[in-house]
């Protein structure tokens, strides 16, 4: 079996998680722990599930001459729009860049206007109703709208 960088990546996520779940544990209001438990729980089983399936699909896959380039461009355009996005939330907030973020990656990924426009507000809906309604914890509004 051979084990694939992505897999050491996986491994690194798990570890970050670990400690931030292990870290929230101590804090002294539940309160504050919810938030980072929730999130970092299913960071770590999704990571989890996602490692066993790599190491479970055996040897890594045969590598090709061109395979080097393909990967620094799409980490480059995954970096950009990761940074783009948090960017993006530090000056407009989370309930104004999460439908505009999804809404043009959706777009830039060629899919259809209507599912795009279904998806960003279906998921601007579930985070304002899981956060601001059900935790009640106010969202970041950004610098602009603070």
């Not at 043009?104 to 599912?115: A, D, E």
């Amino acid at each position: 079996m051979q084990i694939k960088p992505s897999s050491y990546f996986l491994m690194l996520i798990l570890l970050f998680t670990g400690a931030v779940i292990g870290s929230s544990l101590t804090f002294r209001y539940f309160e504050s722990a919810l938030l980072p438990l929730i999130i970092g729980g299913l960071v770590f089983i999704l990571g989890s599930f996602e490692l066993w399936r790599e190491l479970a699909a055996g040897k890594a896959a045969p590598r090709t001459g061109d395979e080097p380039d393909v990967k620094r461009s799409k980490i480059g355009s995954t970096l950009a729009w990761l940074l783009g996005f948090a960017g993006a939330v530090y000056l407009a907030g989370f309930l104004i860049t999460v439908p505009l973020y999804l809404l043009s990656y959706l777009r830039w990924r060629k899919r259809s206007w209507p599912t795009a426009i279904a998806v960003a507000a279906f998921t601007t809906i579930a985070i304002y109703g899981i956060f601001e309604i059900g935790f009640r914890a106010e969202l970041w509004k950004g610098l602009i709208f603070s």
